[in-house]
């Protein structure tokens, strides 16, 4: 059974950077697509970045450029940085394997992607 | 647009069948996946491509598509249905990832 564990600071001052870490047990790093997503409170679901084992990343534009994902293949382990934190930040942190469907040739690409597991959730407060 | 949309609220009576719906242009390409998320827990995934269903999820939940768009539909709603239910899907463009606003299931 695959498990996710993440940890990382739940409190910070704006302009400080955050940091989250995802440990992965019953499975290699060295496969998927190794997510981050948020949640405002009482708001939705946010997706942030994706690191794959090589090292390759995207991320959400609307971050620009203060997210920093990585991989550690030998902790099994991968990282979010989002630098320059403001109050708008604060959010619950999830790590989350994400997963891409079959080749579909008529269309040239996946059709659909999907994230499970999920880490336990992690509770970022952004406050001076 | 690279936006997934869905209704923020819907209710359904226990026992009756419910249609969770989420709308984009990327529907039009790509398949959604759905989340069930219960209040202090993390999303758990319920549906993923056009019909897939992880082991352990009941057979009420299924999933359809229709032009611009994708719905999670439960049968025979149960009490424990009652929860916030999430659409994801790749955008459009490029490989980023699309989650839809959220329902806000209440099973009466």
């Known amino acids: 059974q695959v498990q996710l564990q993440q940890w990382g600071a739940g409190l910070l001052k704006p302009s400080e950077t955050l940091s989250l870490t995802c440990t992965v047990s019953g499975d290699s790093v060295r496969s998927y697509y190794w997510s981050w997503i948020r949640q405002p409170p009482g708001k939705g679901l946010e997706w942030i970045a994706y690191?794959?084992?090589?090292?390759?990343?995207n991320h959400n534009p609307s971050l620009k450029s203060r997210v920093t994902t990585s991989v550690d293949r030998s902790k099994n382990q991968f990282s979010l940085n989002l630098s320059s934190v403001t109050a708008a930040d604060t959010a619950v942190y999830y790590c989350a394997r994400g997963q891409r469907g079959p080749h579909d040739y008529d269309w040239g690409t996946y059709r659909y992607n999907w994230f499970d597991p999920w880490g336990q959730g992690t509770l970022v407060i952004v406050s001076s | 647009s690279s936006e997934l949309t869905q209704d923020p609220a819907v209710s359904v009576a226990l026992g009756q069948t419910v249609r969770i719906t989420c709308q984009g242009d990327?529907?039009?390409?790509?398949?959604a996946s759905w989340y069930q998320q219960k209040p202090g827990q993390a999303p758990v995934i319920v549906i993923f491509?056009?019909?897939n269903r992880p082991s352990g999820i009941p057979d009420r939940f299924s999933g359809s598509s229709s032009g611009n768009t994708a719905s999670l539909i439960i049968t025979g709603a149960q009490a424990e249905d009652e929860a916030d239910y999430y659409c994801n899907s790749r955008d459009i463009k490029n490989d980023h990832v699309l989650f839809g606003g959220g329902t806000k299931l209440t099973v009466l």
């Open positions: 690191v794959y084992y090589s090292g390759s990343t």
């Open positions: 990327s529907l039009r390409s790509y398949y």
């Open positions: 491509g056009k019909n």
